[in-house]
């Protein structure tokens, strides 16, 4: 079926898209839109409507297209070519329409839409800008300063919105062809105008001469170190200085320069990856799946809590199990305080938080949950503890129902073997703040079935979090390289950095903070207790805690006792650095016999970049990731690892493996074999001259 057709109904010519699941403007889809304008140029239409069927308008150009030899006719000039039909186009509008969606909107003479639709340019998302006239037309007709928010930020915006600022002309409810037949008849009626949004001049009230220095400055601490959100100021600007076609013109030339960015290509990459991750490889696609109509989740700490509130977010009742009331109460008081915050923030409305929480029922009975389709326990990081919940849960729970880990570390497997039904067990480790942090990593034990794994996927989905697959071992994909990544950071202060200087280079680098704030953060006594449970020999070289440890043994451990790393003001919470720590570290390598000498800013990153590489290159190997970009995904959208760096496999990969392969080779002679061996699967793509993405697509 072709993915255009036109038909004349009337005297009104409607072109109709159809290339699903987005109606992405690919090469076809172009081809056919600009036959389709030919063809009404000579019949006996007098207006045209452009609507899409499927589950939405146009979504933007065909992000797959990018990087391809350009095939004509190019998006900017299919649009001139709608703009000069001497019959006026009306874009008619359901669902989302994005980036070159809406740049092929606003190139139509006119616009409707249906209320429920939303409008945008999330190019800056993509590390671009809107490349087709979306700079330009945007401020013609919502001014500049809408303009440089709707383009800067990339969220969309509703249609009441979009008709408020002029971005629409018409709002419809009901049936969007027969308003927008309707909408072409008045518009025929008026004299069939050509509105063409070039001819309006832009309007310049308002903006204040150090109006654009104030957005680059405001821009490069919002969006650190990116680069598109620069270039998009530059061409607003370019709107108000000059012609519509210049204007263009200075679009053209910077689009071209952030596509050809490893920006771009780093955040385009996470687009696909994001998508990629909840597919899982050799799985049928038509598993069948589980219902997950209620939800028993065991703890009611800040996990447990956080967690409850991603279900009844999307109407999913909770159960809510304690081991007593009062521990209740402290679980119910967390979740009431989260939810008072979001209302605080002005992001739900008292009523909507109340309607949630009336969602969740507490429970100090396990009997409580025999009726649940999942039950997900967040108890503490203990493995004989979480054992004794799940021998528990086999004994309650319904045949079928879920079981559920959000363990960090322990071995599913080993929870699993505790209950009689191990098909049905399965790991879903959510990341703190859980209801806010967008990751969830789904752990598959050896037996889990494939339909709890297809389940899992979806509900992932259901509740608004992106899932990454990992197979068992110790810290899963996450935890596991972060361990490498954390060793990195207590060598290099027990060999002669600081705090504050390993801090500022990851965050630098764009990571959201650097290691050591994150320490504090969320407490020192967390990895001193994690490490308690283990062996010496698990523990690992005492070079890559002692820190810690001397730390925690002094009570400083972290925010929460106003000190760690750092010393935190009471008022302010913010960090000071302390000398006592240095005290500390040059007292620890004294002890360990390590001569401390000054690191530079390189040396640091690449420590602690490539310890994450390595890692990751050894869970591909071992197959505890399905693909390298399921890792990417784990650490930008669980990690605070720079998007705009694709996540570290990407990282690497745009680096050059055989770099990072050298680069490890000789960390090992520097800093000791023991903790720098490459990872095999990196020694062979550089030895076979391969890049991971290759080896991915193999
Ligand atoms: C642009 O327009 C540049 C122009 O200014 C200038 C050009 C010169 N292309 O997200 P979903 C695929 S830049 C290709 O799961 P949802 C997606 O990969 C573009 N493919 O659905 C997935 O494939 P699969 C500006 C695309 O309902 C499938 O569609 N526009 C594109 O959750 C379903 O996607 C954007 O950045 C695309 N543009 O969300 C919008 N979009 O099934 C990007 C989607 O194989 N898109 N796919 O995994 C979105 O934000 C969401 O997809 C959308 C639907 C909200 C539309």
Known sequence: MSVVSYQLEGDIGIIRLNNPPVNALSHALRLGIQDAVAQAQNDASLALVLICQGRTFIAGADISEFGKAPMLPSLPGLLDIIEASTKPIIAAIHGTALGGGLETALACHYRCALSSAKVGLPEVKLGLLPGAGGTQRVPRLAGVKAAVDLITTGTPISATKALNIGLIDKMLEGDLLSGALDFAKEVIAQGAVLKKVSDIDVDKTGISADFFTECRAHLSKRFRQQQAPQRIVECIEA?????????????????????????????????????????????????????????????????????????????????????????????????????????????????????????????????????????????????????????????????????????????????????????????????????????????????????????????????????????????????????????????????????????????????????????????????????????????????????ADALYEMGRLGQKTGAGYYRYDAQTRQRIADPIVLEVIEAQAKQRGVERKAINDDTILARLTFALINEGFKILEEGIAQRASDIDVVYAFGYGFPAFRGGPMFYAESLGL????????????TYGEEFWQPASLLKQLVAEGKTLTEWTNR
């Open 239 to 547: 709107s108000i200085s000059k012609s519509f076609e210049e204007g263009l013109k200075v679009e053209r030339r910077l689009f071209v320069e952030c596509m050809q960015s490893t920006q771009s290509a780093a955040l385009r990459h996470l687009f696909f990856a994001e998508r990629l991750s909840s597919k899982i490889k050799g799985l049928a696609k038509d598993t069948p799946l589980k219902d997950i109509k209620r939800v028993g989740i065991i703890g009611g700490g800040t996990m447990g809590g956080g967690i409850a509130m991603n279900f009844v977010n999307v109407g999913i009742p909770v159960t809510l199990l304690e081991i007593n009331d009062q521990a209740l109460q402290r679980g119910k008081d967390i979740i009431a305080k989260n939810y008072a915050t979001t209302v605080k923030k002005g992001k739900l409305t008292t009523a909507l938080a109340v309607q949630r929480q009336a969602l969740i029922t507490g429970t100090t009975d396990y009997n409580d949950l025999a009726d649940m389709d999942l039950v997900i326990e967040a108890v503490f990081e203990n493995l004989a503890i979480k054992k004794q919940v799940f021998a528990k849960l086999d004994s309650v729970c319904k045949p079928g129902a879920i079981l559920a880990s959000n363990t960090s570390y322990q071995d599913v497997n080993l929870i699993a073997e505790s209950t009689s039904r191990p098909q049905d067990v399965i790991g879903l480790h959510f990341f703190s703040p859980a209801n806010v942090m967008k990751l969830l990593e789904i752990v598959r034990g050896d037996k889990t079935s494939e339909q709890v794994l297809a389940t899992s996927m979806v509900m992932a989905k259901t509740i608004k979090k992106i899932p990454a697959l990992s197979r068992v071992c110790y810290g899963f994909i996450g935890n596991r390289m972060l361990r490498q990544y954390a060793r990195e950071a207590q060598l290099c202060l027990l060999e002669g950095s600081t705090p504050e200087a390993i801090d500022t280079v990851m965050q630098n680098f764009g990571m959201a903070m650097g290691p050591l704030a994150v320490g504090d953060l969320a407490g020192i006594d967390i990895g001193y207790k994690a490490r308690e449970g283990l062996t010496d020999v698990e523990k690992g070289d005492v070079r890559t805690y002692c820190i």
């Open 658 to 669: 055989e770099k990072i392969y050298q680069t490890i080779c000789q960390f090992g002679e």
